[in-house]
Protein backbone atom coordinates (compact mmCIF):
# COMPACT_ATOMS: atom_id res chain seq x y z
CA UNK A 1 0.00 0.00 0.00
CA UNK A 2 2.86 2.22 1.09
CA UNK A 3 4.74 1.68 -1.75
CA UNK A 4 1.77 2.15 -4.12
CA UNK A 5 1.16 5.78 -2.31
CA UNK A 6 4.48 6.44 -2.61
CA UNK A 7 4.36 5.80 -6.02
CA UNK A 8 1.26 7.56 -7.26
CA UNK A 9 2.30 10.55 -5.70
CA UNK A 10 5.88 11.09 -6.88
CA UNK A 11 4.78 13.24 -9.34
CA UNK A 12 3.23 15.91 -6.78
CA UNK A 13 6.63 15.38 -4.66
CA UNK A 14 8.82 15.58 -7.54
CA UNK A 15 7.26 18.82 -8.86
CA UNK A 16 7.81 20.22 -5.17
CA UNK A 17 11.01 19.52 -4.79
CA UNK A 18 12.28 20.46 -8.59
CA UNK A 19 10.32 23.85 -7.83
CA UNK A 20 13.32 25.18 -5.65
CA UNK A 21 15.01 28.15 -6.63
CA UNK A 22 12.60 28.69 -9.79
CA UNK A 23 10.71 31.74 -8.47
CA UNK A 24 11.15 33.71 -11.32
CA UNK A 25 10.21 30.90 -13.69
CA UNK A 26 8.10 30.69 -16.50
CA UNK A 27 5.52 28.33 -14.70
CA UNK A 28 4.99 31.31 -12.14
CA UNK A 29 4.05 34.17 -14.65
CA UNK A 30 3.14 31.30 -17.61
CA UNK A 31 0.03 30.31 -15.90
CA UNK A 32 -1.66 33.68 -14.68
CA UNK A 33 -0.38 34.89 -18.52
CA UNK A 34 -2.47 31.84 -19.80
CA UNK A 35 -5.60 32.23 -18.11
CA UNK A 36 -5.68 36.10 -18.78
CA UNK A 37 -5.26 35.26 -22.42
CA UNK A 38 -8.08 32.58 -22.25
CA UNK A 39 -10.61 35.27 -20.80
CA UNK A 40 -9.70 38.36 -22.56
CA UNK A 41 -10.51 36.03 -26.00
CA UNK A 42 -13.17 34.35 -24.41
CA UNK A 43 -14.84 38.09 -24.05
CA UNK A 44 -14.01 39.83 -27.41
CA UNK A 45 -15.46 36.93 -29.06
CA UNK A 46 -18.59 36.31 -26.92
CA UNK A 47 -18.74 40.34 -26.77
CA UNK A 48 -18.48 40.06 -31.30
CA UNK A 49 -21.55 38.18 -31.07
CA UNK A 50 -25.16 38.95 -31.57
CA UNK A 51 -26.94 36.51 -28.38
CA UNK A 52 -30.38 35.61 -28.59
CA UNK A 53 -32.59 35.87 -25.31
CA UNK A 54 -31.58 32.46 -24.09
CA UNK A 55 -28.04 33.37 -24.15
CA UNK A 56 -28.46 36.69 -23.17
CA UNK A 57 -30.38 34.83 -19.78
CA UNK A 58 -26.60 33.18 -18.91
CA UNK A 59 -24.25 35.11 -20.50
CA UNK A 60 -24.34 38.07 -18.16
CA UNK A 61 -22.24 39.25 -15.60
CA UNK A 62 -24.77 38.53 -12.41
CA UNK A 63 -25.16 35.23 -13.93
CA UNK A 64 -21.65 34.27 -14.30
CA UNK A 65 -20.48 35.50 -11.25
CA UNK A 66 -23.27 33.72 -9.23
CA UNK A 67 -22.18 30.29 -10.57
CA UNK A 68 -18.60 31.22 -10.26
CA UNK A 69 -19.34 31.67 -6.62
CA UNK A 70 -21.45 28.49 -6.09
CA UNK A 71 -18.70 26.53 -7.35
CA UNK A 72 -15.81 28.18 -5.52
CA UNK A 73 -17.83 27.54 -2.20
CA UNK A 74 -18.37 24.11 -3.33
CA UNK A 75 -14.52 23.72 -4.17
CA UNK A 76 -13.23 25.44 -1.21
CA UNK A 77 -15.82 24.49 1.13
CA UNK A 78 -15.10 20.54 0.33
CA UNK A 79 -11.15 21.11 0.24
CA UNK A 80 -11.16 22.54 3.72
CA UNK A 81 -13.22 19.39 5.15
CA UNK A 82 -10.99 17.14 3.11
CA UNK A 83 -7.95 18.71 4.63
CA UNK A 84 -9.80 18.38 8.45
CA UNK A 85 -10.17 14.97 7.85
CA UNK A 86 -7.53 13.74 5.97
CA UNK A 87 -4.60 15.64 7.31
CA UNK A 88 -5.78 14.39 10.70
CA UNK A 89 -6.48 10.82 9.18
CA UNK A 90 -3.28 10.78 7.94
CA UNK A 91 -1.29 11.86 10.83
CA UNK A 92 -3.21 8.82 12.66
CA UNK A 93 -2.24 6.70 10.21
CA UNK A 94 1.51 6.98 10.43
CA UNK A 95 1.14 6.44 14.21
CA UNK A 96 -0.02 3.29 13.24
CA UNK A 97 2.09 0.38 11.83
CA UNK A 98 -0.54 -2.31 11.30
CA UNK A 99 -0.04 -2.98 7.74
CA UNK A 100 -4.04 -4.06 7.83
CA UNK A 101 -5.43 -1.19 9.12
CA UNK A 102 -3.31 1.08 6.54
CA UNK A 103 -5.17 -1.31 3.97
CA UNK A 104 -8.97 -0.81 4.98
CA UNK A 105 -8.53 3.01 5.25
CA UNK A 106 -6.97 3.42 1.82
CA UNK A 107 -9.79 0.54 0.63
CA UNK A 108 -11.87 3.25 1.61
CA UNK A 109 -10.35 6.04 0.48
CA UNK A 110 -9.86 4.12 -2.67
CA UNK A 111 -13.73 3.16 -2.92
CA UNK A 112 -13.98 7.00 -2.43
CA UNK A 113 -11.79 8.05 -5.54
CA UNK A 114 -12.95 5.47 -7.90
CA UNK A 115 -16.83 5.61 -7.59
CA UNK A 116 -17.59 7.66 -10.30
CA UNK A 117 -18.45 11.20 -8.50
CA UNK A 118 -21.53 11.47 -10.90
CA UNK A 119 -22.99 8.34 -10.20
CA UNK A 120 -22.45 9.11 -6.04
CA UNK A 121 -23.75 12.37 -6.00
CA UNK A 122 -27.35 11.17 -7.93
CA UNK A 123 -27.45 8.38 -5.51
CA UNK A 124 -26.46 10.36 -2.46
CA UNK A 125 -29.58 12.84 -4.17
CA UNK A 126 -32.16 9.71 -4.43
CA UNK A 127 -31.76 8.41 -1.24
CA UNK A 128 -31.04 11.52 0.84
CA UNK A 129 -31.77 15.28 -0.99
CA UNK A 130 -30.74 17.71 -3.76
CA UNK A 131 -28.38 20.72 -2.44
CA UNK A 132 -25.46 21.84 -1.66
CA UNK A 133 -24.60 19.75 1.60
CA UNK A 134 -24.84 16.52 -1.01
CA UNK A 135 -22.84 17.36 -3.52
CA UNK A 136 -20.29 18.46 -0.93
CA UNK A 137 -20.79 14.70 0.59
CA UNK A 138 -19.71 13.95 -2.91
CA UNK A 139 -16.86 16.12 -3.42
CA UNK A 140 -14.87 15.33 -0.37
CA UNK A 141 -15.04 11.69 -0.61
CA UNK A 142 -14.03 11.85 -4.43
CA UNK A 143 -10.94 14.06 -2.93
CA UNK A 144 -9.86 12.38 0.17
CA UNK A 145 -7.34 9.88 -0.92
CA UNK A 146 -5.07 12.25 -2.38
CA UNK A 147 -4.44 14.22 1.09
CA UNK A 148 -4.40 11.03 2.83
CA UNK A 149 -1.68 9.43 1.17
CA UNK A 150 0.35 12.48 0.81
CA UNK A 151 0.27 13.18 4.47
CA UNK A 152 1.09 9.69 5.11
CA UNK A 153 4.05 9.73 2.46
CA UNK A 154 4.92 13.09 3.70
CA UNK A 155 5.49 12.05 7.16
CA UNK A 156 6.81 8.38 6.34
CA UNK A 157 9.79 10.55 4.22
CA UNK A 158 10.58 12.17 7.35
CA UNK A 159 14.34 10.49 8.08
CA UNK A 160 13.80 8.11 11.30
CA UNK A 161 16.89 9.42 12.21
CA UNK A 162 15.58 13.18 12.63
CA UNK A 163 12.95 11.81 15.11
CA UNK A 164 15.39 9.30 16.99
CA UNK A 165 17.58 12.62 17.30
CA UNK A 166 14.17 14.62 18.24
CA UNK A 167 13.26 11.64 20.50
CA UNK A 168 16.69 11.46 22.44
CA UNK A 169 16.79 15.06 23.15
CA UNK A 170 13.91 14.59 25.07
CA UNK A 171 10.56 15.82 22.49
CA UNK A 172 7.79 14.24 23.61
CA UNK A 173 5.89 12.59 20.86
CA UNK A 174 3.97 15.64 20.01
CA UNK A 175 6.89 18.04 20.02
CA UNK A 176 8.51 15.71 17.22
CA UNK A 177 5.42 15.86 15.59
CA UNK A 178 4.51 19.17 15.13
CA UNK A 179 8.24 20.72 15.65
CA UNK A 180 9.91 17.91 13.34
CA UNK A 181 7.69 15.93 11.36
CA UNK A 182 4.65 18.01 10.29
CA UNK A 183 7.46 21.00 9.04
CA UNK A 184 9.00 18.80 6.89
CA UNK A 185 6.26 16.82 5.46
CA UNK A 186 4.50 20.04 4.46
CA UNK A 187 5.38 20.11 0.94
CA UNK A 188 4.14 16.93 0.18
CA UNK A 189 1.05 17.27 2.15
CA UNK A 190 0.22 20.86 0.09
CA UNK A 191 1.22 19.13 -2.89
CA UNK A 192 -2.10 16.82 -1.85
CA UNK A 193 -4.27 19.31 -1.24
CA UNK A 194 -3.48 20.99 -4.69
CA UNK A 195 -4.42 17.55 -6.11
CA UNK A 196 -7.58 17.77 -4.51
CA UNK A 197 -8.29 21.36 -5.14
CA UNK A 198 -8.21 20.79 -8.72
CA UNK A 199 -9.92 17.60 -8.32
CA UNK A 200 -13.14 19.01 -6.81
CA UNK A 201 -12.86 22.40 -8.98
CA UNK A 202 -13.76 20.06 -11.79
CA UNK A 203 -16.32 17.52 -9.91
CA UNK A 204 -18.25 20.15 -8.52
CA UNK A 205 -19.47 20.42 -12.22
CA UNK A 206 -21.29 17.72 -11.55
CA UNK A 207 -23.33 19.64 -8.62
CA UNK A 208 -25.44 20.83 -11.28
CA UNK A 209 -27.45 17.67 -11.16
CA UNK A 210 -28.62 17.80 -8.20
CA UNK A 211 -29.36 21.25 -8.19
CA UNK A 212 -26.43 22.67 -6.82
CA UNK A 213 -25.72 25.02 -9.16
CA UNK A 214 -22.32 26.09 -10.05
CA UNK A 215 -20.42 26.58 -13.61
CA UNK A 216 -21.38 22.90 -14.55
CA UNK A 217 -24.94 24.75 -14.93
CA UNK A 218 -23.55 26.54 -17.94
CA UNK A 219 -22.63 23.71 -19.41
CA UNK A 220 -25.17 21.23 -19.22
CA UNK A 221 -27.69 24.13 -20.20
CA UNK A 222 -25.42 25.09 -23.11
CA UNK A 223 -25.06 21.45 -24.26
CA UNK A 224 -29.05 20.68 -23.55
CA UNK A 225 -30.07 23.84 -25.59
CA UNK A 226 -27.67 24.17 -27.87
CA UNK A 227 -26.25 27.03 -27.12
CA UNK A 228 -22.51 27.04 -28.10
CA UNK A 229 -21.17 30.20 -26.52
CA UNK A 230 -22.95 29.15 -23.17
CA UNK A 231 -21.24 25.66 -23.22
CA UNK A 232 -17.85 27.24 -23.75
CA UNK A 233 -18.24 30.17 -21.66
CA UNK A 234 -18.34 27.73 -18.55
CA UNK A 235 -15.98 25.02 -19.81
CA UNK A 236 -13.68 27.81 -20.42
CA UNK A 237 -13.89 29.83 -16.40
CA UNK A 238 -13.96 26.01 -14.84
CA UNK A 239 -10.78 25.61 -16.65
CA UNK A 240 -9.37 29.05 -15.97
CA UNK A 241 -10.59 28.44 -11.50
CA UNK A 242 -8.82 24.95 -12.04
CA UNK A 243 -5.92 27.04 -13.56
CA UNK A 244 -5.80 29.70 -11.25
CA UNK A 245 -6.47 27.60 -7.70
CA UNK A 246 -3.67 24.78 -8.81
CA UNK A 247 -1.56 28.48 -9.67
CA UNK A 248 -2.21 29.89 -6.27
CA UNK A 249 -1.16 26.36 -4.28
CA UNK A 250 1.95 26.15 -6.18
CA UNK A 251 2.80 29.57 -4.69
CA UNK A 252 1.48 28.17 -1.09
CA UNK A 253 3.93 25.19 -1.61
CA UNK A 254 7.06 27.24 -2.66
CA UNK A 255 5.72 29.81 0.56
CA UNK A 256 5.56 27.21 3.08
CA UNK A 257 8.05 24.74 2.25
CA UNK A 258 10.52 25.10 5.04
CA UNK A 259 13.77 27.13 4.71
CA UNK A 260 16.72 25.51 4.73
CA UNK A 261 15.44 22.16 2.20
CA UNK B 1 14.49 16.59 36.75
CA UNK B 2 15.93 18.07 39.95
CA UNK B 3 19.34 17.91 37.65
CA UNK B 4 18.33 20.26 35.18
CA UNK B 5 16.85 22.33 37.05
CA UNK B 6 19.89 23.10 39.27
CA UNK B 7 21.94 23.41 36.32
CA UNK B 8 19.89 25.60 35.21
CA UNK B 9 19.24 27.71 37.81
CA UNK B 10 23.18 28.24 38.64
CA UNK B 11 23.27 29.31 34.92
CA UNK B 12 21.28 32.10 35.68
CA UNK B 13 23.46 33.54 38.21
CA UNK B 14 25.37 34.69 35.25
CA UNK B 15 29.04 32.49 36.39
CA UNK B 16 28.11 30.44 33.45
CA UNK B 17 28.86 33.42 30.97
CA UNK B 18 31.93 34.68 32.16
CA UNK B 19 33.18 31.61 32.82
CA UNK B 20 31.60 28.69 30.70
CA UNK B 21 33.59 25.49 29.78
CA UNK B 22 35.61 25.78 33.06
CA UNK B 23 32.64 24.72 35.36
CA UNK B 24 31.16 22.63 33.46
CA UNK B 25 28.31 19.62 35.04
CA UNK B 26 30.77 16.97 35.81
CA UNK B 27 30.65 13.67 34.19
CA UNK B 28 27.89 10.84 36.59
CA UNK B 29 28.20 7.34 37.73
CA UNK B 30 25.99 4.96 34.99
CA UNK B 31 25.50 1.47 36.48
CA UNK B 32 24.11 -1.19 34.72
CA UNK B 33 23.12 -4.34 36.28
CA UNK B 34 21.51 -7.08 34.20
CA UNK B 35 20.42 -5.52 31.42
CA UNK B 36 18.58 -7.56 29.23
CA UNK B 37 16.46 -6.71 26.21
CA UNK B 38 14.34 -9.41 24.04
CA UNK B 39 12.28 -8.19 21.19
CA UNK B 40 8.69 -9.57 20.90
CA UNK B 41 8.90 -12.29 18.40
CA UNK B 42 12.89 -12.84 18.06
CA UNK B 43 14.05 -16.14 19.96
CA UNK B 44 17.55 -14.75 21.84
CA UNK B 45 17.51 -11.64 23.48
CA UNK B 46 19.58 -8.91 21.58
CA UNK B 47 21.46 -7.52 24.89
CA UNK B 48 21.51 -10.53 27.77
CA UNK B 49 22.14 -9.72 31.19
CA UNK B 50 24.89 -6.75 30.41
CA UNK B 51 26.43 -5.73 33.79
CA UNK B 52 28.84 -2.53 33.77
CA UNK B 53 30.15 0.25 36.40
CA UNK B 54 30.80 3.73 34.74
CA UNK B 55 32.86 5.98 36.88
CA UNK B 56 31.87 9.50 36.75
CA UNK B 57 34.19 11.41 33.89
CA UNK B 58 34.95 7.95 31.82
CA UNK B 59 35.15 7.88 28.05
CA UNK B 60 33.88 4.02 27.43
CA UNK B 61 33.66 2.26 24.46
CA UNK B 62 31.30 -0.08 23.11
CA UNK B 63 33.36 -2.20 20.30
CA UNK B 64 32.05 -4.99 18.46
CA UNK B 65 30.43 -6.68 14.86
CA UNK B 66 26.98 -5.08 13.66
CA UNK B 67 24.56 -6.53 15.24
CA UNK B 68 26.34 -7.43 18.38
CA UNK B 69 23.52 -5.45 20.26
CA UNK B 70 26.37 -2.78 21.34
CA UNK B 71 23.91 0.50 20.28
CA UNK B 72 20.66 -1.17 21.86
CA UNK B 73 22.82 -1.62 24.83
CA UNK B 74 23.50 2.37 25.06
CA UNK B 75 20.03 3.42 23.79
CA UNK B 76 18.80 1.52 26.51
CA UNK B 77 20.67 4.26 28.78
CA UNK B 78 18.19 6.81 27.52
CA UNK B 79 15.08 4.17 26.97
CA UNK B 80 15.18 5.32 23.35
CA UNK B 81 14.81 1.27 24.12
CA UNK B 82 13.09 0.13 27.08
CA UNK B 83 15.08 -2.52 28.50
CA UNK B 84 13.10 -5.83 29.09
CA UNK B 85 14.86 -6.51 32.60
CA UNK B 86 18.06 -4.98 35.00
CA UNK B 87 18.17 -2.30 36.19
CA UNK B 88 19.78 1.10 35.17
CA UNK B 89 20.89 4.21 37.40
CA UNK B 90 22.45 7.28 37.10
CA UNK B 91 23.88 8.73 39.56
CA UNK B 92 22.46 6.12 42.08
CA UNK B 93 18.88 7.42 40.57
CA UNK B 94 17.01 4.74 38.92
CA UNK B 95 16.45 5.94 35.37
CA UNK B 96 13.22 3.83 34.73
CA UNK B 97 11.55 5.44 37.64
CA UNK B 98 12.31 8.60 35.78
CA UNK B 99 10.20 10.70 32.85
CA UNK B 100 11.80 8.99 30.06
CA UNK B 101 11.55 12.85 28.08
CA UNK B 102 12.95 14.76 31.24
CA UNK B 103 15.91 12.13 31.47
CA UNK B 104 17.12 12.56 27.83
CA UNK B 105 17.12 16.06 28.03
CA UNK B 106 19.98 15.14 30.60
CA UNK B 107 21.50 13.15 28.42
CA UNK B 108 23.79 14.32 25.46
CA UNK B 109 22.91 12.32 22.17
CA UNK B 110 25.19 11.79 19.08
CA UNK B 111 24.33 9.63 16.11
CA UNK B 112 26.00 8.60 13.05
CA UNK B 113 23.22 10.23 10.87
CA UNK B 114 23.64 13.32 12.83
CA UNK B 115 20.23 14.19 12.43
CA UNK B 116 20.20 18.00 12.64
CA UNK B 117 17.15 19.24 11.50
CA UNK B 118 17.09 20.57 7.95
CA UNK B 119 14.69 23.09 9.04
CA UNK B 120 16.65 24.99 11.38
CA UNK B 121 19.53 26.96 11.21
CA UNK B 122 22.37 25.81 13.34
CA UNK B 123 21.72 28.40 16.29
CA UNK B 124 18.16 26.66 16.51
CA UNK B 125 19.21 23.30 16.13
CA UNK B 126 21.25 23.88 19.12
CA UNK B 127 18.79 25.50 21.20
CA UNK B 128 16.38 22.49 21.03
CA UNK B 129 17.43 20.81 24.18
CA UNK B 130 17.56 24.91 25.96
CA UNK B 131 14.16 25.56 24.23
CA UNK B 132 12.28 22.56 25.62
CA UNK B 133 14.10 23.19 29.13
CA UNK B 134 12.60 26.80 28.97
CA UNK B 135 15.69 28.71 28.73
CA UNK B 136 15.41 32.46 28.31
CA UNK B 137 16.46 33.74 24.73
CA UNK B 138 19.34 35.40 25.82
CA UNK B 139 21.17 32.72 27.94
CA UNK B 140 20.13 30.33 25.01
CA UNK B 141 21.67 32.57 22.65
CA UNK B 142 24.47 32.95 24.30
CA UNK B 143 25.05 29.72 24.89
CA UNK B 144 24.34 28.50 20.97
CA UNK B 145 27.11 30.97 20.57
CA UNK B 146 29.73 29.72 23.40
CA UNK B 147 29.12 25.75 21.96
CA UNK B 148 29.67 26.85 18.40
CA UNK B 149 33.15 28.40 19.18
CA UNK B 150 34.01 25.60 21.23
CA UNK B 151 33.38 22.97 18.32
CA UNK B 152 35.52 25.37 16.38
CA UNK B 153 33.07 26.85 14.54
CA UNK B 154 32.23 31.15 13.75
CA UNK B 155 29.18 32.13 15.78
CA UNK B 156 28.47 34.74 13.07
CA UNK B 157 29.68 32.80 10.24
CA UNK B 158 27.54 29.80 11.40
CA UNK B 159 24.25 30.87 13.74
CA UNK B 160 22.01 31.60 10.71
CA UNK B 161 23.32 28.90 8.41
CA UNK B 162 20.78 25.53 7.71
CA UNK B 163 22.57 22.49 7.82
CA UNK B 164 22.94 21.58 4.14
CA UNK B 165 24.90 24.46 3.73
CA UNK B 166 27.82 22.52 6.24
CA UNK B 167 30.22 19.66 5.08
CA UNK B 168 29.60 16.72 6.84
CA UNK B 169 32.44 17.38 9.44
CA UNK B 170 31.17 20.56 10.56
CA UNK B 171 27.46 19.28 10.80
CA UNK B 172 29.11 16.44 13.04
CA UNK B 173 30.56 19.48 15.15
CA UNK B 174 27.52 21.03 15.04
CA UNK B 175 26.18 17.52 16.43
CA UNK B 176 28.59 17.41 19.39
CA UNK B 177 27.60 21.25 20.30
CA UNK B 178 23.83 20.83 20.39
CA UNK B 179 24.29 17.50 22.66
CA UNK B 180 26.22 19.57 24.99
CA UNK B 181 23.61 22.57 24.74
CA UNK B 182 22.21 21.87 28.42
CA UNK B 183 25.84 20.78 29.45
CA UNK B 184 24.21 17.19 30.52
CA UNK B 185 26.55 15.17 32.34
CA UNK B 186 26.47 12.26 30.64
CA UNK B 187 26.68 11.91 26.63
CA UNK B 188 25.69 8.93 24.24
CA UNK B 189 27.63 8.69 20.89
CA UNK B 190 26.67 6.59 18.25
CA UNK B 191 29.43 5.58 16.05
CA UNK B 192 29.39 9.64 15.38
CA UNK B 193 32.64 10.13 13.46
CA UNK B 194 31.54 6.74 11.22
CA UNK B 195 30.34 8.65 8.06
CA UNK B 196 33.14 11.18 7.85
CA UNK B 197 36.23 10.59 5.75
CA UNK B 198 39.35 9.23 7.13
CA UNK B 199 41.40 13.37 7.42
CA UNK B 200 38.14 14.73 9.23
CA UNK B 201 37.33 11.56 11.65
CA UNK B 202 40.82 11.82 12.50
CA UNK B 203 40.53 15.56 12.83
CA UNK B 204 36.75 15.42 14.72
CA UNK B 205 38.77 12.66 16.86
CA UNK B 206 41.50 14.82 18.55
CA UNK B 207 38.98 17.75 19.01
CA UNK B 208 36.68 15.31 20.74
CA UNK B 209 39.80 14.32 23.00
CA UNK B 210 40.36 17.90 23.34
CA UNK B 211 37.12 18.61 24.34
CA UNK B 212 36.56 15.88 26.69
CA UNK B 213 39.54 16.33 28.81
CA UNK B 214 37.92 19.91 29.64
CA UNK B 215 34.46 18.87 30.14
CA UNK B 216 34.90 15.34 31.80
CA UNK B 217 31.61 13.94 30.67
CA UNK B 218 30.52 9.87 31.14
CA UNK B 219 30.74 9.30 27.66
CA UNK B 220 29.51 5.73 26.28
CA UNK B 221 30.73 6.23 22.49
CA UNK B 222 29.97 2.90 20.20
CA UNK B 223 31.72 2.13 17.57
CA UNK B 224 33.03 -0.79 15.00
CA UNK B 225 36.48 0.94 14.46
CA UNK B 226 38.32 -0.83 17.25
CA UNK B 227 41.41 1.69 16.33
CA UNK B 228 38.50 4.35 17.09
CA UNK B 229 38.15 2.45 20.62
CA UNK B 230 41.90 2.25 21.19
CA UNK B 231 42.62 5.71 20.14
CA UNK B 232 39.78 7.63 22.23
CA UNK B 233 38.31 5.28 25.31
CA UNK B 234 39.54 5.09 28.40
CA UNK B 235 38.83 1.38 28.56
CA UNK B 236 36.77 -0.48 25.95
CA UNK B 237 34.73 -2.90 26.09
CA UNK B 238 34.92 -5.87 23.68
CA UNK B 239 31.44 -6.98 22.80
CA UNK B 240 30.37 -10.16 20.80
CA UNK B 241 26.67 -11.51 20.45
CA UNK B 242 23.91 -10.52 22.45
CA UNK B 243 26.34 -8.22 23.89
CA UNK B 244 28.45 -10.24 25.65
CA UNK B 245 31.59 -8.48 27.12
CA UNK B 246 34.44 -10.32 26.27
CA UNK B 247 36.89 -7.88 27.62
CA UNK B 248 36.46 -4.57 29.66
CA UNK B 249 39.73 -2.81 30.53
CA UNK B 250 42.29 -0.06 29.46
CA UNK B 251 43.51 -0.01 25.59
CA UNK B 252 46.85 -0.80 26.62
CA UNK B 253 45.28 -3.83 28.46
CA UNK B 254 43.45 -5.20 25.60
CA UNK B 255 46.43 -4.71 23.43
CA UNK B 256 48.73 -6.17 25.65
CA UNK B 257 46.39 -9.13 26.93
CA UNK B 258 43.46 -9.82 24.61
CA UNK B 259 41.57 -11.99 27.01
CA UNK B 260 40.42 -14.81 24.44
CA UNK B 261 40.56 -15.19 20.79
CA UNK B 262 37.76 -13.22 19.72
CA UNK B 263 39.16 -10.22 21.74
CA UNK B 264 42.48 -10.95 19.36
CA UNK B 265 40.34 -11.61 16.59
CA UNK B 266 39.22 -7.48 17.19
CA UNK B 267 42.84 -6.41 17.71
CA UNK B 268 43.88 -7.72 14.50
CA UNK B 269 47.50 -7.18 13.17
CA UNK B 270 50.10 -4.93 14.81
CA UNK B 271 49.03 -5.10 17.92
CA UNK B 272 52.18 -4.38 18.86
CA UNK B 273 52.19 -1.08 16.64
CA UNK B 274 48.61 0.06 18.21
CA UNK B 275 50.15 -0.32 21.80
CA UNK B 276 52.81 2.15 20.31
CA UNK B 277 50.45 4.69 19.50
CA UNK B 278 49.74 4.79 22.71
CA UNK B 279 52.69 5.43 24.84
CA UNK B 280 54.61 8.80 24.88
CA UNK B 281 58.69 8.42 24.20
CA UNK B 282 58.70 10.23 27.56
CA UNK B 283 57.51 7.22 28.94
CA UNK B 284 60.46 5.27 27.48
CA UNK B 285 64.25 4.90 29.07
CA UNK B 286 65.78 7.11 26.55
CA UNK B 287 69.52 6.82 25.45
CA UNK B 288 72.98 9.33 25.76
CA UNK B 289 72.21 12.07 23.88
CA UNK B 290 72.91 11.80 19.79
CA UNK B 291 73.51 14.55 17.86
CA UNK B 292 70.25 14.69 15.06
CA UNK B 293 70.89 13.54 11.75
CA UNK B 294 69.52 14.63 8.75
CA UNK B 295 66.67 16.18 10.41
CA UNK B 296 65.42 12.83 11.66
CA UNK B 297 64.11 13.73 15.14
CA UNK B 298 61.39 12.90 17.52
CA UNK B 299 59.65 14.98 19.82
CA UNK B 300 59.53 13.97 23.44
CA UNK B 301 55.49 13.98 23.67
CA UNK B 302 55.18 12.20 20.40
CA UNK B 303 53.98 8.43 20.74
CA UNK B 304 56.24 5.99 20.32
CA UNK B 305 54.45 4.62 17.08
CA UNK B 306 56.30 8.08 15.78
CA UNK B 307 59.60 7.29 17.26
CA UNK B 308 59.45 4.02 15.36
CA UNK B 309 58.82 5.57 12.03
CA UNK B 310 61.74 8.04 12.41
CA UNK B 311 64.06 4.98 13.20
CA UNK B 312 62.67 3.13 10.35
CA UNK B 313 64.14 6.24 8.42
CA UNK B 314 67.13 6.40 9.96
CA UNK B 315 68.29 3.07 8.87
CA UNK B 316 68.42 1.84 12.59
CA UNK B 317 71.25 3.93 14.23
CA UNK B 318 69.62 5.45 17.18
CA UNK B 319 67.47 8.71 16.40
CA UNK B 320 67.83 12.20 18.52
CA UNK B 321 65.06 12.81 21.44
CA UNK B 322 63.99 16.85 21.34
CA UNK B 323 62.04 18.43 24.08
CA UNK B 324 59.35 21.14 23.44
CA UNK B 325 61.96 24.00 22.65
CA UNK B 326 63.69 21.67 20.15
CA UNK B 327 66.83 21.16 22.68
CA UNK B 328 68.25 16.97 22.83
CA UNK B 329 67.16 15.47 25.84
CA UNK B 330 68.56 12.00 24.62
CA UNK B 331 67.90 9.42 22.10
CA UNK B 332 65.62 6.38 21.43
CA UNK B 333 66.42 2.97 19.95
CA UNK B 334 64.67 -0.17 18.72
CA UNK B 335 65.82 -1.89 21.87
CA UNK B 336 64.44 0.69 24.72
CA UNK B 337 61.20 1.12 22.16
CA UNK B 338 60.87 -2.91 22.81
CA UNK B 339 61.57 -2.35 26.72
CA UNK B 340 58.69 0.14 27.15
CA UNK B 341 56.44 -2.36 25.27
CA UNK B 342 57.38 -5.30 27.83
CA UNK B 343 59.81 -7.08 29.68
CA UNK B 344 60.14 -9.95 26.88
CA UNK B 345 62.44 -8.48 24.29
CA UNK B 346 63.74 -11.55 23.17
CA UNK B 347 60.69 -12.91 22.27
CA UNK B 348 59.44 -9.61 20.35
CA UNK B 349 63.13 -9.34 18.83
CA UNK B 350 62.69 -12.89 17.70
CA UNK B 351 59.54 -14.01 16.44
CA UNK B 352 57.67 -10.86 16.21
CA UNK B 353 55.31 -11.71 18.39
CA UNK B 354 53.07 -10.24 21.00
CA UNK B 355 53.01 -13.04 23.48
CA UNK B 356 51.05 -10.85 25.54
CA UNK B 357 54.32 -9.32 28.53
CA UNK B 358 52.47 -8.74 31.55
CA UNK B 359 54.28 -5.35 31.35
CA UNK B 360 50.56 -4.24 32.29
CA UNK B 361 51.50 -1.53 34.69
CA UNK B 362 54.00 0.22 32.73
CA UNK B 363 51.38 0.00 30.20
CA UNK B 364 48.46 1.14 31.90
CA UNK B 365 50.21 4.21 33.51
CA UNK B 366 51.03 4.90 29.74
CA UNK B 367 47.95 4.91 28.37
CA UNK B 368 45.69 8.02 28.92
CA UNK B 369 45.09 8.58 32.87
Known sequence: MTAQATRDVSTAFGTASNRRGKYFSFKRFGTPIVIAVALLTLFLWISSLSLDSIELRTLNWAYLQDRTFEHLRLTVVASAIVAAIAIPAGIALSRV???????????????????????????????????????????????????????????EQVDSSLTEAARGMGMRPFQVLTRIELPLA????????????????????????????????????????????????????????ALTIDWLAGLAEDLLKPKGI | ????????????????????????????????TNVTKTYPGQAGPAVESFSMDIAPGELIMFVGPSGCGKTTTMKMINRIIEPTSGSITIDGEDILSLNPNELRRRIGYVIQQIGLFPHMTIA???????????????????????????????????ASRYPRQLSGGQQQRVGVARALAADPPVMLMDEPFGATD?????????????????????????????DEAVRLGDRIAVLSERSQIEQFDTPANILASPANDYVSQFVGHGAALKRLGLIPVHQATLGPNVP????????????????????????????????????????IDIERISAALGAEIPALTRGGQTEAPLGGGVLAAGGRP
Not at chain 1, 132 to 143: M, P, Q, T
Not at chain 2, 198 to 222: D, G, H, M
Request: net charge positive; glycine share 10%.
Open chain 1, 97 to 155: HSKAVHAVVFGIANVGQSTPAIGLVILLAIVWKLGFEVALVGLVAYSVLPVLRNTLVGL
Open chain 1, 186 to 241: IPVIVAGLRTALVFCVGVATVATFINAGGLGDMIVNGLKLQRWPVLITGAVVVSCI
Open chain 2, 1 to 32: MERSCSSAASLLQGDFVSEPISRPAAGARINL
Open chain 2, 124 to 158: ENIAVVPRLLGWDKNKTQTRVEELLSVVGLDPKAY
Open chain 2, 198 to 226: PITREKLQTEFLRLQEKLSKTIVFVTHDF
Open chain 2, 292 to 331: VRGAIEVSINDSLRNALDSLVLSGGTPVAVVNGQGRVVGS
